[in-house]
């Protein structure tokens, strides 16, 4: 026990402006190898709860990296991760920069993805619990889920992370009109599967379809509220009640393992190339080095695996749908809004210093939020900017917002991505204990399906802070609007 | 204290925090290992049916930690095997650094009988540290989750 309290308090204070009520700065001058200042987007109580783990050193440290532009950038949801905190973002020169492995996370293109029905509430209730299991049974969730029933051969899975989205549609799983409403369109082109080690594509081969396990879920939602209802219908949502169903997972074995093998190899380069870096777990490699368009194709490979991942469960909830109200389910509209990564880098063009400048973003944590007129964003969204999902954590409620011209200025298109943990898994074991959690959530007349009663105490929602608060920090600064609150009517844990 | 103690969790708010005890790194080692495989279910529950040999080589200690864990979650991930039992009978000095041989003993995950707690996404160089007195050896570390 005694061991605790020295390994929690050893963070220094990090120095703090104020610039605004939402917007604190990190001076450049904390450390002498910082390139740029620290931005840090966050309420009063939000940001106390950043002082009491690494986070803010942790900013502060993302500033020292090669080529970096502006400022190193944390987000209302912002709390400790390796070398980067999570919740943040770090925009680098293409050429004078450095991409990191770090910077985009294990979890390579973990991200979330929204349908939507033309069902109301009333129309699902007595279904749900059924509708809840059917999911259960159909999308594998939880420690080690595979499939058994969707096996790949090698070649197929390099053809999976070759051509993303459109090569599960191909395979009958999803609708042509899917595809466009996924970032990147559901598939990064630099991606070249030669750059995956075999024992990335080994660990592969039979999650393509499944959940895993941690805060990933999948829910059915109701809107809650609509806060911006031009925008809102524009994205398929029309009024409160509207059923939503809701996919938060990732790139499973083979992202976390691409991560593994590229921080070796960062750090050889972060030696080869002489960049000086004050934590191990930034590494990383020139823009224009081979160790870098290595990473990148490989990473590629990760991200389309987490779009065809989250195309492949949408399947399987279309059909959950139609087993279980014995009708086809483009019937129940079922149509894709939106698929976005929360866990990515990305070659950009920003402006910087009235200059347009091609730059590698890495956003871990962070959904992108472009604003009006920008290319990358589906044609049918084009004018009023991206959809930007953000997850709640179980039994709390999720949101859409909606890209901003702001966030192009001060954020590199880019916003928060979720609630982040408050309390550690050990203290919420202590804590709850998984047959009340489930309880307290029934009571409120969300049915819940977990793996486990240790998964259900663990991601107690009073673990988590509080999503609406960090929604309400990107509102207010503008790098993303509020557009609509969804509240889950079932939940299904890994 | 007549048993002691061979790993505990620490407080770490996002992740899995772990301290490991040995009274040789080996010993700290294997106490790694089955700390981790307790995130993800209760390690008394798994029966020591298969042995497998691990072979991992890496360049300094903090490497090897993260390569054994590391494989470990390979070896989960594409055989579906739960382990339950390590034993790791020699880290040897190699030219290009450090090998550790070790045997490995655990059973097919079976969902019905074994406890699914959280899967164990990646092992991290975060807050790694290894400290060695005599016939003391504690490593922590921090699995993403």
């Known amino acids: 026990m005694n061991g605790k309290g020295k390994h929690l308090r050893r963070q220094t204070k990090v120095p703090l402006e104020r610039v605004d009520k939402y917007t604190w700065r990190i001076p450049k001058e904390y450390k002498p190898g910082m390139r740029v200042p620290g931005t840090v987007f966050a309420d009063d109580d939000l940001l106390k709860k950043m002082t009491t783990d690494r986070t803010l050193e942790q900013c502060a440290n993302v500033a020292h990296l090669p080529g970096i532009y502006k400022h190193a950038i944390t987000l209302p949801d912002g709390h400790e991760g390796y070398g980067f905190p999570i919740g943040g973002i770090a925009a680098t020169d293409y050429e004078e920069g450095v991409i990191s492995p770090g910077g985009v996370g294990y979890d390579i293109n973990c991200g979330v993805r929204l349908l939507t029905t033309n069902l109301s509430e009333a129309d699902i209730r007595p279904k749900l619990a059924e509708l809840a299991n059917t999911i259960f049974k159909n999308v594998p969730s939880g420690l080690g889920s595979r499939r058994k029933d969707f096996r790949l051969t090698s070649h197929e899975l390099d053809r999976l992370t070759s051509k993303g989205v459109q090569w599960v549609v191909d395979q009958g799983l999803g609708w042509p009109e899917d595809i466009k409403h996924c970032e990147e369109n559901g598939c990064m082109e630099v991606a070249n599967p030669d750059k995956v080690s075999t024992r990335a594509k080994e660990r592969g081969l039979t999650q393509v379809g499944t959940l895993g396990s941690g805060n990933h879920f999948l829910e059915v939602q109701k809107v809650d509220k609509i806060y911006d209802p031009q925008v809102a219908k524009a994205f398929g949502i029309s009024h409160e009640g509207q059923v939503t169903a809701m996919i938060h997972c990732g790139s499973r074995g083979f992202g976390h393992q691409v991560c593994s093998d590229y921080l070796r190899i960062m750090e050889r380069a972060v030696h080869k190339y002489k960049i000086v870096l004050p934590d191990r777990e930034l590494a990383c490699a020139p823009g224009t080095s081979k160790e870098a368009e290595d990473y990148y194709q490989a990473m590629a490979c990760a991200v389309n695996y987490a779009f065809s991942n989250r195309q492949a469960i949408t399947h399987w909830v279309r059909q959950s749908f139609e087993q279980v109200f014995k009708r086809p389910a483009e019937e129940f509209g079922l149509g894709l809004v939106y698929d976005v990564a929360h866990n990515i880098a990305k070659i950009e063009e920003h402006r910087v210093n009235e200059h347009t400048r091609k730059v590698w973003v890495h956003r871990k944590g962070a959904t992108r939020a472009f604003g009006p007129g920008r290319v990358e964003i589906p044609a049918d969204y084009r004018v009023l900017g991206q959809p930007v999902i953000i997850p709640g954590s179980m039994g709390t409620s999720s949101w859409v917002l909606v890209g901003t011209p702001k966030a192009m200025e001060v954020s590199f298109g880019s916003t928060a991505h979720g609630a982040g943990r408050m309390m550690s898994r050990t203290a919420a074991k202590r804590r709850f204990w998984g047959g009340d959690v489930k309880k307290a959530l029934e009571q409120r007349g969300i049915f819940v399906r977990a793996a486990s009663q240790v998964i259900l105490a663990e991601e107690a929602d009073l673990a988590y802070k509080n999503v609406d608060r960090v929604v309400e920090v990107s509102d207010k600064v503008g790098i993303a609007t509020r557009v609509v609150r969804l509240v889950p009517l079932s939940v299904v844990k890994g | ?145």
Request: with cysteine.
């Open chain 2, 1 to 145: 204290m007549s048993v002691k103690k061979r790993f505990e969790f620490l407080e770490h708010t996002a992740d899995v925090y772990i301290a490991a005890y040995g009274e040789s790194l080996e010993k700290a080692f294997e106490n790694a290992a089955l700390a981790t495989f307790e995130v993800m279910t209760d390690v008394e529950k798994v029966e020591p049916a298969t042995e497998d040999l691990v072979e991992v080589e890496a360049h300094d200690e903090y490497a090897l930690l993260y390569s054994w864990l590391e494989e470990l979650l390979i070896r989960f991930d594409t055989a579906n095997i739960l382990y339950c039992r390590f034993k790791v009978y020699s880290i040897e000095e190699t030219p290009a650094g450090l090998k550790l041989k070790a045997k490995i003993w655990g059973e097919p995950f079976n969902p019905e009988r074994h406890l699914q707690k959280v899967g164990v996404k990646a092992v991290t160089y975060h807050r790694m540290e290894i400290v060695k007195k005599p016939k003391a050896v504690t490593v922590r570390f921090i699995l993403d989750i």
